[in-house]
């Protein structure tokens, strides 16, 4: 069964060893103490608002209970539906009683709190113990008709216990059927760059991914590291380095997943993106631009695509990316003349004038046919994908492993745009 709603699968923790359930326990117990102390902050102030709620939780779960923010943030969540529910039924005039917690209130999962794992037909819930690189794994018994819809696994979701027994309620957003891997492929190009992180052709639509925004909160990192230096701390230029890096990987995580959810909208799409080896050779320009160029993880946009895709069963190829925004969609003509401005293009053979990184797009995807025939994969990636594979660790908390399938993945403010 593949699911085309909003809807939630629940599926069932395998038995966890000690050590798992006493950590399982215990942040279950936090948990509800968050929440105790929302509903508290709310019968204080008379208010269910959000706000008033997390500023009188999150300092005190965080310290005193030790709840990492994605549990605090869901903990509070839960305090504020249920004091709304409660002010709700008073302003119908109901009587009700101020709401009391009894027992377990579970584990609120945040979007960012947890991971989906695929390893063949096994899947696991991975959860964040707020430590970098330490999980919790819990392998996970999948009827067969949950398991095509397990990988669209995505939002805020909730561990329960039951009868001594652990259960979790994911949510699987709506999805677009099936493609389907019959009849004629539909090629669709991917540009990538700063100006734009990425510029997407389909048969009949187009993604832009803005990076200016980007832009400038790198040269705000940029400030930022050049102050620390000239100050002599390295521990705050270390510290700077690490958040830059997971916000550019979470930046490239929603472009992905916005690809590829565009992708699924075509009868047996195949995404082509340009080869990535010399991206950086190619393109010159100012310091500030080169800079940003020298910085920003192509490779690891390229991958979150390709694995994001192979989930779904889309083909990604290769293709050369030189003189691809200097060839006319139109006539063919190629010249750097037709490239006046860094986001224009105006070919001087016929007229044909549009986005540069539109064109550029344009022909990455005319070119898909022939990279398919031919099997063409980017000569400088690697030649096994990362891809989510649990390793054999010992158990109870466990590493991280290489770049696992992460459903971390808040929609972009991008809008696509019709041609």
Same mark, same amino acid.
């Given at each position: 069964?593949?699911?085309?709603?909003?809807?939630?699968?629940?599926?069932?923790?395998?038995?966890?060893?000690?050590?798992?359930?006493?950590?399982?326990?215990?942040?279950?117990?936090?948990?509800?103490?968050?929440?105790? *102390?929302?509903?508290?902050?709310?019968?204080?102030?008379?208010?269910?608002?959000?706000?008033?709620?997390?500023?009188?939780?999150?300092?005190?779960?965080?310290?005193?209970? &030790?709840?990492?923010?994605? #549990?605090?943030?869901?903990?509070?969540?839960?305090?504020?539906?249920?004091?709304?529910? #409660?002010?709700?039924?008073?302003?119908?005039?109901?009587?009700? @009683?101020?709401?009391?917690?009894?027992?377990?209130?579970?584990? &609120?999962?945040?979007?960012?709190? #947890?991971?989906?794992?695929?390893?063949?037909?096994?899947?696991?819930?991975?959860? @964040?113990?707020?430590?970098?690189?330490?999980?919790?794994?819990?392998?996970?018994?999948?009827?067969?008709?949950?398991?095509?819809?397990?990988?669209?696994?995505?939002?805020?979701?909730? *561990?329960?216990?039951?009868?001594?027994?652990?259960?979790?309620?994911?949510?699987?957003?709506?999805?677009?059927?099936?493609?389907?891997?019959?009849?004629?492929?539909?090629?669709?190009?991917?540009?990538?760059?700063?100006?734009?992180?990425?510029?997407?052709?389909?048969?009949?639509?187009?993604?832009?991914?803005?990076?200016?925004?980007?832009?400038?909160?790198?040269?705000?990192?940029?400030?930022?590291?050049?102050?620390?230096?000239?100050?002599?701390?390295?521990? %705050?230029?270390?510290?700077?380095?690490?958040?830059?890096?997971?916000?550019?990987?979470?930046?490239?995580?929603?472009?992905?997943? %916005?690809?590829?959810?565009?992708?699924?909208?075509?009868?047996?799409?195949?995404?082509?993106?340009?080869?990535?080896?010399?991206?950086?050779?190619?393109?010159?320009?100012?310091?500030?631009?080169?800079?940003?160029?020298?910085s920003w993880p192509f490779r690891d946009l390229a991958d979150k695509i390709e694995y994001k895709a192979e989930q779904l069963g889309i083909k990604v190829v290769y293709v050369?990316?030189? %003189?691809?925004?200097?060839?006319?969609?139109?006539?063919?003509?190629?010249?750097?003349?037709?490239?006046?401005?860094?986001?224009?293009?105006?070919?001087?053979?016929?007229? #044909?004038?549009?986005?540069?990184?539109?064109?550029?797009?344009?022909?990455?995807?005319?070119?898909?046919?022939?990279?398919?025939?031919?099997?063409?994969?980017?000569?400088?990636?690697?030649?096994?994908?990362?891809?989510?594979?649990?390793?054999?660790?010992?158990?109870?908390?466990?590493?991280?492993?290489?770049?696992?399938?992460?459903?971390?993945?808040?929609?972009?403010?991008?809008?696509?745009?019709?041609?």
């Amino acid at each position: 069964m593949f699911m085309h709603s909003d809807e939630y699968v629940i599926v069932k923790a395998i038995q966890p060893n000690r050590r798992k359930a006493e950590w399982l326990e215990a942040m279950a117990s936090a948990c509800g103490q968050a929440v105790a *102390l929302g509903l508290e902050a709310a019968h204080a102030s008379h208010s269910a608002s959000r706000g008033r709620l997390h500023d009188a939780v999150y300092a005190t779960a965080r310290s005193r209970l &030790g709840l990492p923010a994605e #549990y605090v943030r869901m903990s509070v969540n839960a305090a504020v539906a249920l004091a709304r529910s #409660y002010y709700g039924k008073r302003k119908a005039r109901q009587h009700v @009683s101020f709401p009391k917690l009894n027992g377990t209130q579970g584990i &609120g999962l945040g979007v960012h709190a #947890y991971a989906i794992v695929q390893a063949g037909e096994r899947f696991a819930l991975r959860l @964040s113990t707020g430590k970098r690189g330490q999980y919790i794994w819990l392998p996970l018994s999948v009827p067969p008709r949950y398991r095509r819809a397990m990988p669209r696994v995505h939002g805020d979701g909730k *561990l329960f216990k039951r009868r001594g027994q652990w259960y979790a309620i994911l949510p699987v957003p709506n999805s677009p059927p099936p493609t389907g891997c019959s009849g004629e492929p539909t090629f669709i190009g991917v540009d990538l760059g700063v100006v734009r992180h990425a510029a997407v052709a389909a048969p009949d639509r187009v993604l832009f991914f803005n990076g200016k925004p980007a832009r400038r909160r790198r040269e705000h990192f940029a400030d930022l590291r050049r102050r620390y230096q000239r100050h002599q701390r390295l521990d %705050r230029v270390r510290e700077g380095q690490g958040k830059e890096s997971r916000w550019a990987k979470d930046i490239n995580h929603k472009i992905s997943r %916005r690809v590829v959810e565009l992708a699924l909208h075509y009868h047996n799409p195949v995404l082509v993106l340009e080869r990535l080896d010399g991206i950086r050779r190619r393109t010159k320009g100012s310091k500030r631009f080169n800079r940003m160029m020298a910085s920003w993880p192509f490779r690891d946009l390229a991958d979150k695509i390709e694995y994001k895709a192979e989930q779904l069963g889309i083909k990604v190829v290769y293709v050369d990316p030189r %003189r691809t925004s200097r060839t006319c969609p139109k006539c063919g003509h190629a010249s750097r003349s037709n490239r006046p401005q860094q986001g224009l293009f105006r070919c001087v053979a016929c007229g #044909y004038q549009a986005n540069a990184d539109l064109v550029a797009a344009h022909n990455i995807a005319a070119a898909g046919p022939a990279a398919l025939a031919q099997g063409l994969s980017d000569p400088a990636r690697p030649d096994k994908g990362q891809t989510g594979e649990m390793t054999s660790r010992p158990d109870g908390v466990k590493g991280c492993a290489r770049a696992h399938p992460d459903p971390n993945l808040e929609g972009s403010t991008l809008e696509p745009h019709r041609l």
